[in-house]
């Protein structure tokens, strides 16, 4: 099912770009001829594949995986030793064993490759269009080009350059290509709008991505580096154009956090960007049922809507939140960890609900859990036609004693990788509102939000010039300001330490972590089933497809270091 709406079908593009061999010729042929078009449904249609990889690469199996599988934060064991095996994929990913060959890994690098050529085709054509609304799409089409050029550097630590499509593209690392990416942002900016939706690149998403780019600056000029040397200049940056983000008033944190992530959010104040996963853009958003079990069904409307048993927290990660909240439970103490949607769960004799009622819980799942009761192919009714609720159990995986009892052990044992093991991650709101409920999620997924901006702002200050109380000043507004239900405690110091704690509560499963860890020194540190310590695992490999379609042109495409 192919919908359109806000970008009209591309007309004829042929795009070119280093993705890994010496030239990329990549036809998209029209949906519909462009015969009776507008000049400016012409530049929508032209600057639509800019953005159209964008789910692709949010995926639940490329960018998060990435991202999220390769720290402390996500493990993904061999489920049952049946589900999640994968050809060991995922064990290697956690335990920074990369291969030239994970698919996963390949999958990432095409869809930026192609995103990367797709934009430069935008980049040639729009400056033939007629109309007014070209001049602000092609600064979408450099700016998105730059975003995604910083991706490949973060994760591969390279970056294509090129302006003429029949042309090879160079390919740069380090310094060069940090400013490279800065200077195709800063050439962007003035002729982005700030009145677009956050699926667009706004002048205040390039001033985000111009912080984040800062903020690595001295990891990506020095990859390998056995300490990390922060300018004051970058780091003056960082609080400038979050200084301008904040100051524009066009944003404000969300009262419940939770929100953030619901179905609705293309709405929601607190996000600057993100990726648009309305159904009429084809989204398909996968977050929410990665995690969850397989015997979870949050949806009284579909029957075949549930999660897949996928990735756990660690429990190093779920430490990290009772080592600061002590003898509290931090589903008590912070609103970000957990939001009961099923009063069930305190008071077990509500086990009958309104399906229009029905929400699973979100946040951090840990323990039994409850929910919908399917039995040969229906849910179960109570007698007044509400949904029966009540303990669940492995029944979709014929382990119909085994109870869907999520535990703090997770690991790659044999009772660590059973079904029920690892608390279990519920952040993105199950989508009610599309075709299937379970693959095609209609939640934005965010990509930046003003929470990152005051803490991005927060950690400029510290790294600056230990401005500890500016820090501790900023961390305390994001966190005072979810006041929907209990609100967080406020901190009373700071610290680096603190501050990196903060934000793996702040933004879990949001696909910085890796990039945090590194920054913060952490990723060759030790953590549930990984002890690998080489930080030439920093970065992943280069595709072998990449490297061998390279491979007539000697030295082009060098694979990166310890692969």
């Not at 942002?185 to 991505?209: F, I, Y």
Request: with cysteine.
């Amino acid at each position: 099912m192919k919908k359109n709406k806000l970008i009209l079908p591309v007309i004829i593009a042929a795009l070119a770009a280093g993705t890994g061999c010496t030239k990329l010729n990549e036809t998209i042929l029209d949906e519909t001829s462009s015969y009776g078009k507008t000049d400016k449904e012409i530049a929508e249609g032209i600057i639509a594949p800019v953005y159209a990889n964008l789910p692709s690469i949010f995926q639940h199996t490329t960018y998060l995986t990435m991202q999220e599988i390769s720290t402390d934060e996500a493990i993904l064991p061999y489920r049952g030793g049946t589900d999640w095996g994968d050809n060991g994929i995922y064990l290697s990913m956690h335990t920074h064993n990369f291969t030239t060959t994970d698919p996963n890994i390949r999958n990432t690098w095409t869809f930026l490759t192609q995103s990367i050529s797709r934009s430069l085709t935008a980049i040639t054509t729009l400056p033939t269009t007629k109309d007014p609304s070209a001049k602000t799409f092609l600064a979408e089409a450099r700016g998105m080009r730059a975003y995604y050029n910083m991706m490949l550097l973060d994760l591969f630590g390279i970056v294509f350059v090129k302006e003429d499509p029949t042309a090879l593209s160079k390919i740069v690392r380090g310094s060069e290509a940090v400013e490279y990416i800065k200077s195709e942002l800063l050439a962007a900016e003035p002729n982005l709008e700030s009145n677009v939706t956050q699926g667009r690149l706004s002048k205040e998403a390039c001033w985000g991505l111009l912080a984040r780019l800062y903020l690595n600056s001295a990891v990506y000029t020095n990859i390998y580096g056995a300490q990390f040397t922060f300018a004051a200049a970058d780091m003056d940056k960082v609080i400038e154009y979050t200084d301008k983000i904040i100051a524009s008033n066009k944003y404000q944190l969300s009262a419940e956090y939770f929100s953030i992530f619901d179905d609705n959010n293309d709405t929601n104040k607190e996000i600057v960007f993100a990726v648009d996963q309305r159904a009429e853009l084809n989204g398909h958003n996968r977050m929410a049922y990665f995690s969850l079990s397989g015997d979870q069904w949050p949806l009284p409307d579909y029957i075949n809507a549930n999660g897949t048993d996928g990735p756990a927290i660690t429990s190093d990660f779920y430490r990290s939140w009772v080592n600061a909240y002590g003898a509290v439970d931090p589903a008590v103490a912070d609103p970000r960890f957990y939001k009961e949607n099923l009063s069930i769960y305190s008071n077990p004799a509500d086990s009958c609900v309104p399906a229009a009622q029905f929400k699973i819980n979100r946040g951090i799942l840990r323990g039994q859990q409850y929910g919908l009761i399917k039995r040969n192919s229906a849910f179960v009714k109570c007698a007044n036609g509400n949904m029966k609720v009540g303990p669940l159990f492995h029944d979709s995986r014929n382990r119909g004693t085994l109870a869907v009892n999520f535990t703090e052990k997770v690991d790659y044992t044999t009772d660590g990788s059973n079904y029920p093991s690892g608390y279990r991650v519920s952040k993105y709101e199950y989508s009610r509102k599309s075709v299937s409920g379970r693959n095609f999620g209609e939640a934005n997924i965010v990509i930046l939000r003003l929470a990152d901006v005051y803490l991005m702002r927060a950690e400029a200050k510290l790294r600056k010039n230990n401005d500890a109380t500016g820090a501790l000043a900023d961390v305390n507004i994001v966190r005072a300001a979810r006041t929907a239900r209990q609100v967080p405690p406020a901190l009373t110091s700071m610290s680096l330490d603190i501050l990196f704690r903060e934000r793996g509560f702040e933004l879990y499963w949001e696909c910085l972590r890796r990039t945090d860890m590194i920054r913060f020194g952490k990723y060759e540190g030790t953590w549930t089933e990984k002890n690998n310590t080489d930080v030439k695992k920093r970065i992943f490999p280069i595709p072998q497809t990449a490297v061998d379609a390279a491979a007539n042109i000697p030295g082009y495409m060098k694979q990166n270091d310890s692969y």
